[in-house]
């Protein structure tokens, strides 16, 4: 797992079931399909990987969405000879910058300047921080629960 100003990265190691190439194909599915239903775009997808890229602002907004703040996500699953290490990475450029706008605007239009780094930093924590977080946590989740589904079947 892995955290920086932009985006997130992690991977989840299972054991290799007995059939890998209908477990990769059902889970790049099932990703595929959340993508498609956040109504992202650019979807790719390999045969070992799944993505969406999109625009900078696409604004987008569909409801209580985990993909809404985020400008870009891949999903790959890697072979080893006795598991499959599921890596994905997510990307948050857009609400980056949109954050770091709303607090300057607040940030120039309050006149207290003892407070005025402090307010920045919290609100800007806020915005971009409280949105990361959601969705990094939602993903992982989201991940961790196609990977329990398909192994129980």
């Known amino acids: 797992m892995a955290v920086f100003i932009f985006g997130f990265k992690g ?5 290799k079931p007995e059939n890998t190439q209908e ?5 790049l ?5 959340t993508f498609e239903l956040s109504e992202v775009a650019n979807i790719q997808q390999t045969s070992n990987s799944v993505s969406f890229s999109g625009p900078i602002f696409r604004f987008a907004w569909n409801g209580l969405n985990f ?4 400008t870009s996500a891949t999903v790959e699953i890697v072979e080893n000879n006795d598991a499959l290490t599921v890596k994905y990475r997510l990307m948050f450029t857009e609400w980056f910058f949109i954050s ?4 300057i605007i607040l940030f120039t239009i309050r006149n ?3 407070l005025l780094l402090a307010v920045f930093f919290f609100v800007w924590g806020i915005l971009y921080g409280g ?11 989201f991940i961790s629960d196609t990977l329990i589904e398909q192994e129980n079947k």
């Open 67 to 70: 993909l809404n703040g985020t």
């Open 112 to 114: 207290m300047p003892t």
């Open 23 to 27: 477990f990769m194909n059902f889970f």
């Open 131 to 141: 949105t990361c977080l959601i969705s990094i946590v939602r993903f992982r989740r």
């Open 11 to 15: 991977k989840k190691k299972i054991t």
């Open 100 to 103: 770091l706008v709303m607090s």
């Open 29 to 33: 599915q099932k990703v595929k399909r």
